[in-house]
Structures are given as C-alpha cells and as structure tokens.
C-alpha cells in the first residue's frame, strides 16, 4: 500500500502563488503517475495536473495551463504543484494521487488532501 502525504495549502489573495507537496511513501514499486485533482466545495473532484515518474511526462487541466506547474523529486518520492496567478475559483480541497498510469490514477491511492482557498 502506498501512503501519500499532502501539504502546502493555505489561504491566499488572488494573483498569488501556492506550492503543494505530496511525498508517497510505503510500496511504491509499479506506480509510474502521480497528479493532483481538487474538489471544491459541492462539487466533484477534478483532474488538475498529472506527471509520470519514468518520463517526466506532464498533463494538464485547460483550467491550469499556463499557471500550474507539476513536477517531481524522484529521489525523494515527492511531486510538487506550483501554483501561480491564483483565482478565486482555485479555491478547493487538493488532493494527490498515485497509480500505475495517468489514466489509473482514479483508482489508485489517494491522500487526505489539502485545503487552498483563494480570496478576491
């Protein structure tokens, strides 16, 4: 089982940046992506920014593009979001997740997530 730790959410003005982190940790063997989704309050959770490990290959939500940037730390089993030009509509509970895939990660190990609230 693979454990995920979230942090770095907060509370910030729009316009500002934020940088999530989430470190897995336990039986990571076999999982090539990890990505962030968010779910704002009433609503369903989101596909926001994916990564794979073996080739750095990055995807995005249109939503995020050009403001968010994924990446990882393979030595430290770490992923990071940096999240720039923040929107009032950013504002939701993030979540990481780890699976096999990009297109697995619905159903792989998920975090606790992280809460992200942005103010206009």
């Known amino acids: 089982q693979v454990q995920l730790v979230e942090s770095g959410g907060g509370s910030v003005q729009a316009g500002g940046s934020l940088t999530l982190s989430c470190a897995a940790s336990g039986r990571t063997f076999g999982t090539d992506a990890m990505g962030w989704f968010r779910q704002a309050s009433g609503k369903g959770r989101d596909f926001v920014a994916a990564i794979t490990w073996s080739a750095g290959y990055t995807t995005y939500a249109d939503s995020v593009k050009g403001r968010f940037t994924i990446s990882k730390d393979f030595g430290k089993n770490t992923v990071y979001l940096q999240m720039n030009r923040l929107k009032p509509e950013d504002t939701a509970v993030y979540y990481c997740?780890?699976?096999?895939?990009?297109?697995?990660?619905?159903?792989?190990?998920w975090g606790q997530g992280t809460q992200v609230t942005v103010s206009s």
């Open positions: 997740a780890t699976g096999v895939s990009i297109g697995a990660l619905r159903q792989g190990s």
